[in-house]
């Protein structure tokens, strides 16, 4: 590959990963209107729970009860 193509390559690089963050920004927008979110760090669990506001270990502590909730939910309609 010669130096003119090697340029062209990494151009055509770079301008990819922009589109793939700015599609990844997009998302997390979209996914932060849906969920309401009003400050960080927030965590959404399955969809339907949304943890945030209080200190971080205490909101892990909370999360990790709510996890186990959603997965026995999700056993108990198998």
């Given at each position: 590959?010669?130096?003119?193509?090697?340029?062209?390559?990494?151009?055509?690089?770079?301008?990819?990963q922009v589109l793939r963050v700015n599609s990844k920004v997009s998302r997390a927008d979209q996914m932060a209107q849906?969920?309401?979110?009003q400050g960080v760090p927030a965590?959404?669990?399955?969809?339907?729970?949304?943890?945030?506001?209080q200190g971080f270990n205490e909101q892990l502590a909370i999360a990790d009860k709510l996890i186990?909730?959603?997965?026995?939910?999700?056993?108990?309609k198998k």
């Open positions: 590959m010669g130096r003119q193509e090697g340029r062209r390559y990494q151009e055509v690089r770079r301008h990819l849906a969920y309401k979110v965590l959404a669990i399955d969809g339907k729970f949304m943890v945030g506001g186990v909730k959603a997965r026995s939910e999700k056993s108990g």
